[in-house]
Structures are given as structure tokens and as C-alpha cells.
């Protein structure tokens, strides 16, 4: 198949109903909604998705792993985790074999915020057109997908890929 080079052929790759463009505005409306729900708890998506993130790991966290699993540079995530912090939903403690790093923690009111926090998502989850959910222990579209971003990490990323695979294939991983 050759492509279309002519400016109308690339206007339709790039246009408003580019698959591309169509992913990342649904992202970001759903992002929105959320947003709209957790403002409830006092959560942005970001907050809620960490607190999340740390309820269900199977370890404590580092900074540097939150923000390679919310898709945040290190120091996005240290505002984010100081806010947390000084609302007394996390606990940032010396790491115990890296006295450069901390581990994250949730605290028990951290808790509760993460369990109503995985109420909102999973029934927005519910809400999502059919087709889009796991199916008989297959993968999900988004999942293909997902996995497609993550290989498409350069190797140079190496350890930021790494963590993104063992977190959401619940693979061990080091920190």
C-alpha cells in the first residue's frame, strides 16, 4: 500500500479524526470527567491515580517508579507526592538501601482516599462503550495498545520500561 503524499493525504492522517488525535482527545475528555468526579474527594486524576498506584503495588514505591507509572518526570511527581504529604494521605520515609531515595507510603486516611478513589474508577470503567473491556482472559484493545507504547520506549529507557512492564504485567521489579 503506498501512502498518500499530496496535502490532502496527509491532511487525513493528521486531520480531526485521526486515530492518533482520536485517542489522545478521548484521554484527555475522560481525564476531564474524572477530574470532575474526583474533585469530590478533593483529588485531581493525578493524586488519585498515585494514591491508587501505591494502594495496589505490592511494595512501596519510590518516587522515581510513581512517576515512571503516572508518566511524570521525577520532579512533577515531587510536587505531587509534597501535596499528598502535607495533606497526610502519604508518608515519605528514608529508603532503606538508597539513602539518595524514599519510599512513599499510604497512610490509613491515604488509604480510605485510594479505595473511594478505585470506586470512582472502576465505575467510570462501567461506563465505557463495550469492546474495550477484557473479554475471556484476552487482551483488551487498550491493553495491545498499552503494551504497543511501552515497546515503543526507546532501549535507552531501559529501567523506565522495565517498571511500566513489571507493574502492569504484576512482574517482580527492582528499584
Known amino acids: 500500500m503506498t501512502r498518500d503524499t499530496t496535502p490532502e493525504g496527509a491532511l487525513s492522517e493528521v486531520g ?10 478521548a484521554a484527555r475528555i475522560l481525564e476531564n470527567l474524572l477530574d470532575d468526579r474526583l ?19 505490592d511494595e512501596p514505591l519510590t518516587p522515581s517508579v510513581l512517576a515512571t507509572l ?9 510536587g505531587l507526592t509534597d501535596r ?7 508518608k515519605k520515609e528514608a529508603h532503606p538501601l538508597d539513602r539518595r531515595s524514599s519510599i512513599l507510603t499510604l497512610t490509613q486516611e491515604g488509604q480510605v482516599l485510594a479505595q473511594e478513589s478505585l470506586g470512582v474508577f472502576r465505575a467510570a470503567t462501567l461506563e465505557l462503550p463495550p469492546g474495550l473491556e477484557t473479554l475471556s482472559g484476552c487482551e483488551s484493545p487498550l491493553e495491545r495498545l498499552r503494551d504497543f507504547a511501552i515497546a515503543s520506549v526507546p532501549l535507552s529507557l531501559a529501567s523506565y520500561k522495565r517498571a ?12
Open 16 to 25: 480531526p479524526d485521526a486515530p492518533l488525535f482520536l485517542l489522545f482527545d
Open 39 to 57: 474533585a469530590l474527594l478533593d483529588l485531581s486524576f493525578a493524586q488519585a491515580r498515585s494514591l491508587v498506584l501505591m494502594l495496589v503495588a
Open 70 to 78: 503516572i508518566l511524570q518526570e521525577v520532579q512533577s511527581v515531587s
Open 84 to 90: 499528598l504529604q502535607s495533606r497526610g494521605l502519604i
Open 164 to 175: 511500566l512492564k513489571a507493574f502492569w504485567k504484576n512482574e517482580p521489579r527492582s528499584t
